[in-house]
């Protein structure tokens, strides 16, 4: 039987979502305690991957068990003893062929940027303090939607088969000394969002015109874009299923 995972987590302390050999990382904590709980070992299969220190508000994932589980126990048990920067939110059967990452529709995140010095966000938000012009962002972030190659932000040693990306979404917002950038897409590319956000702040601070995003998509070349942010300003926000994830 497959079951459904749905959590959020603080990514400060771990070296992004995947398990790795010499690194703690969210997958491994939430393996091993449902190890624990289940009597088995457990491998569990998440939407996507963040890095190091990218924060997740949803994330979901999938796992496999060959018994009945009492859902509303499992989670308040994980719960209990998984670390205080992971929570698990639900877990749900669904059908076997379900898959946490295949069958995602859509995913967003935001990239928080603090405009003021505040000691209580330096894990969770990029401190920046410059003016910046945010019609220009904008103005640049539109031009986001009319392309789908953006090999221009991918990270430069990737093993994908495409570039290609569909982004439906890209906007800042201003307010409460924070700027924050929202972007959807059908898929991202390892670093496109950092990446691109590091782009449309060198078009706030005025190196760059906001037309000049449309040379550096063109080029397909990582060097011509702007500088990759920080980490810990990074957040995956939502994960859009098919309504009919869950059986009834």
């Known amino acids: 039987m497959r079951y459904f995972l749905e ?14 050999p010499n690194a703690i990382s969210v997958q491994e904590v939430i393996e091993d305690s449902l190890s624990t709980l289940l009597r088995s070992s457990t491998t569990i299969t998440g939407a ?3 890095d190091a220190g990218v924060h997740a508000r949803y994330m979901a994932a999938h796992f496999d068990h060959d018994k009945i589980i009492d859902t509303t126990q499992l989670v308040y048990k994980l719960n209990a003893i998984l670390p205080p920067d992971i929570a698990i939110s639900d877990i749900g059967l669904v059908d076997k062929e379900t898959h946490a990452r295949f069958d995602a529709i859509s995913r967003s995140y935001e990239y928080i940027i603090s405009l003021q010095k505040n000691p209580f966000r330096i894990h969770n938000a990029y401190y920046l303090k410059k003016n910046l012009d945010i019609d220009a962002m904008n103005q640049a972030a539109k031009l986001l939607l009319n392309y789908t190659n953006f090999k221009c932000f991918s990270k430069s040693k990737t093993d994908v088969k495409t570039y290609n990306c569909t982004i439906t979404k890209a906007i800042w917002e201003h307010k409460n000394g924070m700027l924050i950038f929202k972007i959807t897409a059908n ?6 969002v950092r990446a ?3 782009t449309l702040i060198e078009i706030g ?9 449309v040379m550096i998509i063109s080029s397909e070349n990582r060097e011509k874009a702007g500088y990759s942010v920080p980490a810990h300003g990074l957040y995956l926000t939502e994960i859009e299923y098919p309504n009919t994830i869950y059986l009834t």
């Open 187 to 192: 898929r991202f590319l390892r670093n496109m």
């Open 205 to 213: 601070e005025e190196k760059m015109a906001p037309d000049d995003l």
């Open 7 to 20: 959590l959020s987590y603080n990514g400060t302390s771990y070296h992004g979502w995947q398990r790795q």
């Open 48 to 50: 996507g991957r963040t």
């Open 196 to 198: 691109i956000v590091g």
